[in-house]
């Protein structure tokens, strides 16, 4: 039996920037890969709405604050609104 669900979105390649969301040792956390700004890929680690929502903001190759997507206390649903 497994205890991890990885989910990944987008190709990482020529990344230039990656952003950590959650927390490693609950192996609940997501990193953000991003080229110039711009959101291109996810990894997902029993985070299924980081997941969800990075999908969308790949799709719409949305530039999200740094700040906030790194900031687990604010929705992803709010930092991928915009």
Wanted: zero cysteines; proline letters at 5%.
């Amino acid at each position: 039996q497994y205890d991890v669900k990885l989910q990944i979105a987008g190709l990482l390649t020529g990344y230039d920037q990656y952003v950590v969301r959650g927390d490693k040792s609950q192996k609940k956390f997501a990193v953000f890969y991003l080229k110039q700004k711009t959101l291109i890929a996810v990894d997902a680690i029993n985070s299924p709405p980081e997941f969800i929502m990075a999908k969308k903001m790949i799709m719409d190759r949305m530039k999200p604050d740094i700040e906030k997507l790194q900031d687990p206390n604010i929705s992803i649903k709010e930092i991928a609104a915009g």
